[in-house]
């Protein structure tokens, strides 16, 4: 059977849940900020995009200009998002924005970006690498899962950002980790909350997807769902590595992702389009 779409757009995933149209600063959002998004969005085949900036950026974030663009592009699953973190300084009152603007909001990511160090994110490249420097890794490794399973056992997000976001750096455990995954897995799976699949670790020193197939794989045993991501802090990055993203979901055999619309979670096959349209594969 033919379809109407361009070929290339087959092997292409429909969604982006993971991206920051703020930068690293606040942006009050306005259809100058917004609008070169959905463009560059809607120019990759990405049909249904999540913005998830972070919570210390909340006073930039306008739900009004929001329903704004989604007038203006009927086409485009617009998704109102937060990236909460636990960042010690910034985090209570980011959970207090969430708590007051739930019903608004369509999606909350929970995120660790902090560990021992309280002022630096230990993710900053390459300066966080510092953070690792001399220290005992399998402790960082387990101590980094605890703070996961704290997130996500707080309620307030619908799902888990870059989830071995630790080996950033390149630093690997000298101990198995399978017993510290399988105990994180199973409270987000009894959360029934959802991980992603980062494309940003393809461009971070350690080179590889968030989270590793080890990861990934009793993930699926556990039925626990996905989304894809870029973690775009530009736009040119939205969609990034896409298509190894498709090649390696398939050599996995997940036929679904997942969407959110006011944190109800649906799951799409992912040779669809945002509109549940079935795109037609080789
Ligand atoms: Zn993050
Ligand atoms: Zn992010």
Redesign the pocket.
Known sequence: MQTTQPSTLNSQLFADY?THPQGHRVQRYTPELLQPWIDAARGRGITDIAFTD?DRYHAGIDFDELDRLRKRNPDVKIRAGV?L?NDPKTSAAGRKWVEQNWERLDYV?G?V?YLSQPDQMF?SVPDGARQFSGRNIDEIYSDYFRRIREIAAGGLVDCL??LD?VKIHGHRPYAPIAELVDETLELIRSRSLAIELSTAGWRKPVKELYPSDEIVAAAIKKGIPFTVAS?AHSRAQLGENYERLAAKISAFGIREICVFEKHQRREVMTNARGNGEILTTN
């Open positions: 993971h972070h990236e973190d990511l995120s970006h993710d950002a870059h976001l973690d």
